[in-house]
């Protein structure tokens, strides 16, 4: 079963949607409770890194995040929602983040248009279990105005170039990061929730 967090401030469905489609079964959580049962977790997100927090903390779900992670099944952390598992961001004011990947979340350079939107070139720099079967250079969709910077070079999956180059893909261990938006990236987008479905135990 493949739980999805609802935080209440972004749009569930594309992404529910998007597993259902692949043949996987959903559950929609938004206690602790559901969290902690959970096999297989998925973190959407879009707004602002604070707020999020905020939410997180409101439901009680914070700790419950950090402790499915620390117990080895797969977390996914998608747009705002990768930007969640690192330590921190810049992002209206420093705010703790869930610190599971070591990293900072930093606003594009003022001399770059903002939100960084559309499809770009996503390079794969290491095996991942998220990629399998996705030709390297592919194209994914993105929306975001800030973006994060692991600590770790060995954390970073994957990158790709909006004036410069920065992470686009994170993994450590269980817990797996992208900023792009898998279920607005079409046939390949869907293959790689696929590929996160895969690690669910049944």
Known sequence: MITIIDLGIS???SITRGFITQGFDVEIASSSEE????????????????KAVETLKKMGLF??????????????????GMQLLFTDSDEH?????????PGHVMQFPAD????HMGWNEVVQHQKCTLFQGIPDRSDFYFVHSYY???????????STDYYSRF????????????????EKSQKL??????????????
Request: charged share 20%.
């Open 189 to 202: 987008g869907l293959l790689l929730l696929c590929n996160f479905a895969m690690m669910t135990e049944y």
């Open 112 to 115: 770059r248009q903002v939100p």
């Open 93 to 101: 004011t420093k705010t703790q983040g869930l610190d599971i990947i």
């Open 148 to 158: 994060g910077v692991p600590d770790q070079k060995n954390d970073v999956v994957a």
């Open 11 to 13: 749009n569930i469905k």
């Open 167 to 182: 992470a686009c893909a994170v993994q450590r261990e269980n817990v797996y990061g992208v900023q792009f938006h898998p």
């Open 35 to 50: 969290v902690e049962k959970s096999s297989s977790l998925v973190l959407p997100g879009v707004g602002a890194f604070p």
């Open 63 to 80: 700790k419950s995040i950090v402790d499915h992670a620390a117990k080895g099944k797969p977390l996914l952390g998608v747009c705002l």
